[in-house]
């Protein structure tokens, strides 16, 4: 017991009066410890730095995965007229062609703002959309009512059906020097073109969609005693719709082919006749801008149709 109360406890690092050997061994370990903790904090400051730098710029990080997975759509878009007007501009600069023959860039341009401010180019469009119009809205009404008999009667398709695929076989523009003869080339005569041109892609697509319809939702309905109205706005519209989508699409995207075919072709006004006239008094530079125009246009209406197919579709599957 003397022995155990005699002894003295350690004295801590910090305890004054430490001298001799064990005072100079002290500073050693100590710095020992202390070298050894800046180590470990040297170690977690550099292990940390980077999630430090990642958590900084998180919205730019953010903003350029949006930017990479916007760009190749936009790229896509872009890359072929791109590379046509950098080889159009080169083609010209370099004089590969008379300026009379292939005029520049520059040319056009300045040729499509004077049509705009006063070359009269924008009545000729007018008249051009609105005969667009005009010939879509018959086409599809007679489209749908055509494609939807083939579709739902057999004895109509046996009927009807053999004549209407030889007629899908003729071009519209075949049609157009017979229907000259007959009609002039007054509106009547586009609007008939452009009809045609709706309702053949129209028909059939919608024919084959009510088809297509699966035989157990007709059976459903059959049990159910659902009268044919109801069939027909509960059953087969919701069933024919992506099809019809797409037919709506194709028919309007022909009729704007059609009515240019047929304004170059037999008409005093339009966008297509503008074109016409000016390559017979050899205004290319006018020809080439009514020819972007006609591009623009028809990717316009195709690029906006295929966006309300896609929300149509969305939604009914959401219903």
Same mark, same amino acid.
């Given at each position: ?31 020992? =410890?202390? +070298?050894?903790? *800046?180590? &470990? ?9 980077? $999630? #430090? !730098?990642? %958590? ?69 469009? =007018?008249? +051009?959309?609105? *005969?667009? &119009? ?9 489209? $749908? #009512? !055509?494609? %939807? ?87 087969? $519209? ?82």
């Amino acid at each position: 017991m003397s022995t155990a109360l005699s002894r003295r406890p350690p004295r801590l690092h910090g305890d004054a009066g430490d001298t001799g050997g064990e005072g100079a061994a002290r500073p050693h370990s100590a710095g020992a =410890f202390g +070298s050894g903790m *800046r180590l &470990v904090s040297s170690q977690g400051d550099a292990a940390l730095a980077p $999630l #430090a !730098l990642a %958590a900084g710029p998180a919205p730019f990080a953010a903003a350029l995965a949006r930017l990479r997975q916007a760009a190749p759509a936009a790229f896509q878009y872009a890359v072929f007229p791109l590379s046509v007007l950098l080889l159009w501009w080169y083609a010209s600069s370099a004089e590969l062609l008379p300026s009379n023959i292939l005029p520049g860039p520059g040319a056009v341009l300045a040729s499509f703002l004077d049509l705009l401010h006063g070359g009269g180019i924008a009545e000729h469009l =007018f008249i +051009s959309l609105w *005969r667009v &119009v005009q010939g879509a809205a018959l086409g599809l009404v007679l489209g $749908l #009512a !055509l494609g %939807a008999a083939l579709g739902a009667s057999p004895a109509f398709e046996s009927w009807i059906g053999p004549s209407f695929r030889v007629m899908v076989q003729i071009p519209s523009i075949a049609l157009i020097p017979l229907l000259m003869m007959v009609l002039g080339i007054e509106d009547s005569l586009k609007l008939f073109i452009m009809t045609k041109a709706c309702v053949v892609p129209l028909a059939l697509v919608t024919a084959d969609g009510i088809r297509n319809i699966p035989p157990a939702y007709l059976e459903v309905a059959r049990v159910m005693k659902l009268s044919r109205w109801t069939l027909y706005r509960r059953v087969v $519209l919701p069933g024919a719709l992506p099809a019809i989508a797409t037919g709506v699409r194709q028919g309007i995207a022909h009729v704007w082919v059609a009515l240019v075919a047929v304004e170059v072709m037999a008409s005093a006004e339009g966008i297509g006749y503008l074109m016409t006239w000016s390559r017979q008094i050899f205004q290319l530079d006018v020809v080439l801008v009514c020819v972007a125009l006609i591009g623009l246009i028809g990717f316009s209406l195709d690029y906006g149709l295929r966006r309300a197919e896609t929300r149509l579709l969305r939604w009914r599957g959401r219903a």
